[in-house]
């Protein structure tokens, strides 16, 4: 497929402005009012809507390889697209797990053949994500690779995250943390609290997070080794990051869409769509994320897109597996539920999480002579979210039945049109 | 004993078609009647339907004692066994079957016999109690229409009625009304 | 129509639960006739459903039901058997095929009654999940003290022991408190819910203290995985410090009702002689067992709400 010239024409640029996007061969020619559009271009129509870069998604399991009943790479890429991504961290808990350079490559082939959106495999940290002997970080960093976690589970070994951190200090590259100590969180299948004493169901405590968020931010605090903090869920969590930053540490954190829009109360009915790791919080938590939101301490949103089968999500809610759907939803609920200012937005949705993968050369801004990745989101269309028309495989999202504000209109990937009036492309 | 049911004043609009006095006079007639039939009243169980035969059965007992016939009394609930269970709201009672019936003579009292659902229920409720040597009906209005083959043994008045009409029977008096 | 469940005790409120254990004592007479059967479930069937081993509960369901003549099936999941991750879903759908009206549902993990209640047309009775919820043994305990007491308004009632893993006790503190009973949990802080905060009783750690005062004395079973935990650090340390021993047994009023939701575990979390104490109630309990489960049985398929 030929970029060849493309005009998303009528729009407005996060900061208000109007204008008209041209691009050429891939790259952003032109961004002003009424920009001079070559005769060949085919045209985008951006009317009333705002036109900004291409989102990135810094936490997604695209279940490939492994699990393709519940999600390939190519059908994430789908829900991606349309979600308004054109970048997407594909997270390493597949079968087998990304732990070398053999499979750091198959997903890359797997995202390269879907052409949907940019996939950046994360590396694990240890092999299998056991959490015993380091993976070879080196080899995948050779390959481009640089957010390395064991996401699905913290790196329980203090030494071992130790040596991890000193080890990856060399290499440049970002250790991202699930922030989870399984011995306090062993069993639990939702937020210890009041809802959890009253629903009769196993709790893990908010400092099973917070605890491995304070080791990891003593050892970045020694090392040096930047350090990314996955899905912050709790208000200690935040408080902790906020003042490691004001420290000057090189810690970073993301907060995913469930955690600034659900809290524990959901689960009353034991419907297992809501159960999540970590799983969804208090009220005061869901406000102290949202906080940390706008006040910069969280650097991005990131979905923590988990598709699960009906099958397995219909077990008990002890058995059922963790995790809920993201990727088609997180835009909107963004726009529905925080009050961010647009270029905020793009902040955490875009230019944040493009540094923190190290993407940023490709990905994260809108500007003239950069590679054109861009999202067009009409911010008045309101719409329904229903579980039967995702493009993801799985039906597993929180959010069926809820009406949201915000939905993408167009994606451009590297030139190319992804998301046409709300249409996949491929 | 539980305590006397109230009975249901008469329906507005209604005509009185026996009154106090002449249910006292059907009540001891019927009580001579269960002595006459059964040879005096040596064996003889009174059972109240629930709720509506309950008063009926306590004034025959009270009659029969008047005559030095001293007759145990009871009442049973039938909810359990009609056949219309499960259509409607129901609100079942304690039976109270004060001895057993084994080869007694039962004697179910009614207020009011009409397609005759309630006696085949109390009919098969009985049998979880025992099995009795007779089982006689004593009514205090049999209204016509049985849908069944059953027949009463001791009426107070035979009383042709429509369909439609309502028939209540108390210690008060018979009252018909639509 | 749609079916109607009977999930736990909040949902009742405090007129269901009068109306629950009125009907309870209609059954508790029709368990006294000669023949104890009634033919109000004729035609229907109820299906037990347990996937967590409980002879007791699943015979006193099972009896409640042909007490009632209602079809029978009995379905049995062992815990140990490979079914652990199959699709519950999968498997309530087989058995409605088969044209059922009620499903009582045992099993470990809370809340699988709510998911079943959203998967069948059937009504579901909810016959242990979990560390949540035990509504019959809640109704029975109920009308047990109802029937020794003549009622639970003021009354204090201590429940001693495991309340975190206990669906008992979770069940027992909604029904006692929502017919006016004044609930002490006693228990060591590790045996207690994570938050109390909107649970309306109080918390004691001196049981000889709290003995002095209560009417009736609830104890929880206590199981040895506990201390395998690490949540006390022996069972003789908790009998010692939490236990109806037989000498605390005979500090108490005689009038005090002591109750048990059994198994028991002598010697543990109850003296040895103290089931032989006259006001120990803990047979009565499971002897009305099966009238509940018969009142439950019988509002939920032919109380005849239009």
């Known amino acids: ?426 | 004993m539980s305590p006397h049911p109230s009975p249901s004043p008469p329906a507005r609009g209604g005509v009185f078609v026996l009154d106090a006095a002449a249910i006292g006079r059907a009540v001891r007639r019927m009580a001579h009647e269960i002595v006459e039939r059964n040879h005096g009243s040596e064996g003889v169980v009174i059972l109240g339907l629930v709720n509506g035969g309950v008063w009926l059965a306590e004034a025959i007992g009270a009659a029969l004692r008047d005559l030095g016939e001293d007759v145990p009394v009871g009442k049973i609930d039938v909810t359990f066994h009609r056949d219309d269970i499960g259509l409607r709201a129901v609100r079942p009672a304690r039976s109270e079957v004060p001895v057993e019936i084994d080869d007694k003579t039962v004697v179910l009292v009614d207020d009011v016999l009409f397609t005759g659902r309630t006696v085949r229920a109390a009919l098969d409720a009985l049998r979880e109690f025992g099995r009795p040597q007779a089982v006689q009906l004593a009514v205090m209005v049999d209204r016509g229409h049985r849908e069944l083959p059953i027949r009463p043994d001791f009426v107070g008045k035979n009383l042709p009625t429509a369909r439609d009409e309502d028939v209540t029977a108390t210690i008060d008096g018979v009252v018909i009304s639509k | 129509m749609t079916a109607r469940h009977l999930l736990d005790i909040e949902s009742l409120g405090r007129d269901g639960l009068d109306h629950l254990l009125t009907l309870t004592d209609r059954f508790v007479e029709v368990s006294q006739r000669r023949v104890p059967k009634v033919p109000v479930l004729q035609g229907k069937t109820v299906v037990s459903l347990f996937y967590e081993d409980s002879t007791r509960t699943r015979l006193s369901f099972e009896t409640a039901a042909r007490r009632l003549s209602a079809d029978v099936m009995t379905f049995s999941v062992s815990t140990s058997s490979a079914n652990k991750g199959e699709s519950i879903r999968d498997t309530v759908e087989t058995i409605e095929a088969m044209g059922i009206d009620a499903i009582v549902v045992r099993h470990k993990a809370a809340g699988v009654p709510w998911q079943i209640a959203g998967w069948t047309g059937a009504s579901v009775v909810n016959g242990g999940d979990g560390w949540h919820q035990h509504p019959t043994q809640a109704l029975l305990d109920c009308y047990t003290i109802r029937q020794r007491l003549g009622g639970l308004e003021g009354r204090a009632i201590a429940i001693v022991g495991d309340a975190k893993h206990s669906r008992v006790a979770r069940s027992n503190v909604d029904a006692f408190t929502a017919l006016g009973a004044d609930v002490t949990l006693v228990a060591p802080p590790t045996l207690l819910p994570a938050s109390l905060d909107a649970w309306p009783v109080k918390v004691e750690h001196d049981l000889d203290a709290v003995l002095q005062r209560v009417d009736v004395v609830y104890l929880l079973r206590m199981q040895l995985e506990r201390q395998e935990a690490g949540l006390v650090p022996s069972l003789r340390e908790y009998s010692t410090f939490y236990g109806l021993t037989d000498e605390r047994a005979r500090t108490l009023r005689d009038d005090v009702l002591v109750m048990h939701p059994g198994p028991m575990n002598r010697g543990v979390e109850i003296g040895a002689t103290v089931p032989d104490r006259p006001n120990t109630v803990i047979t009565q309990q499971v002897a009305n067992g099966v009238a509940v489960r018969m009142a439950v049985l019988f509002d939920l398929l032919a109380g005849g709400v239009l």
């Open chain 1, 1 to 426: 497929m030929s970029a060849g010239a493309l005009a998303i024409r009528g729009g407005s640029l996060a900061d208000g402005t109007r204008a008209d996007v041209v691009i050429i061969d891939g790259v952003v020619a032109a961004i002003a009012e009424n920009a001079e559009i070559p005769l060949d271009a085919a045209v985008l129509d951006a009317s009333g809507c705002i036109v900004g870069p291409g989102l990135v998604d810094l936490h997604a399991h695209l279940r490939e390889p492994g699990n393709e009943a519940a999600e390939t790479v190519e059908t994430g890429s789908r829900a991606a697209a349309l979600g308004g991504y054109t970048a997407v961290v594909a997270m390493p808990n597949t079968t087998p797990t990304i732990d070398s350079a053999s499979v750091v490559n198959l997903v890359r082939q797997l995202g390269e053949r879907a052409g949907l959106v940019d996939v950046y495999p994360a590396g694990a940290i240890t092999i299998g994500r056991e959490g015993r002997q380091m993976a070879p970080l080196a080899e995948m960093a050779a390959l481009g690779v640089r957010l390395f976690t064991d996401d699905g589970s913290g790196v329980q070994d203090n030494r071992l995250m130790r040596r991890a951190l000193e080890y990856a200090s060399a290499l440049g590259v970002t250790l991202a943390q699930h922030c989870e100590d399984s011995s306090l969180s062993e069993g639990g299948v939702m937020h210890e609290g009041a809802w959890s004493s009253k629903l009769g169901l196993p709790g893990q405590p908010a400092e099973a997070e917070e605890l491995m968020v304070a080791r990891d931010i003593a050892l970045c605090r020694r090392i040096g080794s930047p350090v990314h903090f996955l899905h912050v869920s709790t208000a200690g969590s935040v408080e902790l990051v906020r003042r490691a930053k004001a420290d000057g540490l090189p810690v970073t954190a993301e907060a995913a869409p469930h955690h600034f829009t659900l809290t524990d109360a959901c689960l009353a009915n034991y419907d297992t769509v809501f159960k999540v790791h970590p799983p969804l919080r208090t009220e005061a938590d869901r406000t102290a994320v949202q906080q940390g939101l706008l006040d910069s301490t969280i650097d991005a949103i990131a979905t923590d897109h988990a598709p699960h089968t009906p099958e397995t999500k219909e077990r008990s809610m002890l058995d059922a597996p963790p995790g809920m759907l993201g990727l088609e939803t997180a835009l909107a609920l963004a726009l529905t539920e925080l009050s961010l200012p647009m270029p905020r937005l793009f902040a955490v949705m875009s230019s944040g999480p493009a540094r923190i993968a190290q993407i940023a050369e490709r990905h994260g801004e809108l500007g003239i002579g950069r590679a054109a990745n861009v999202c067009v989101i009409d911010p008045s269309e309101r719409w329904e979210v229903d579980s039967r028309k995702l493009a993801s495989k799985a039906r597993n999202t929180p959010y069926a039945g809820r009406v949201l504000q915000g939905r993408v209109r167009h994606t451009v990937r590297n030139g190319v049109a992804t998301v046409k009036n709300g249409q996949a492309q491929r």
